[in-house]
């Protein structure tokens, strides 16, 4: 990834992908009806 410049909305939007990613795991994991990835 080529950033030139880092601001408090590309840190945010990274950081808050990487959190939502986890969630959407977490929470497809968590549900016995679904198969995980």
Known sequence: MDVIRW???THA???GSV???F???T???AIPSL???
């Open 27 to 29: 929470i497809i994991d």
């Open 19 to 21: 959190i939502a990613t």
């Open 13 to 15: 939007s990274i950081w």
């Open 35 to 37: 198969r995980g990835y």
């Open 23 to 25: 969630i959407c795991v």
């Open 7 to 9: 601001t408090w909305i």
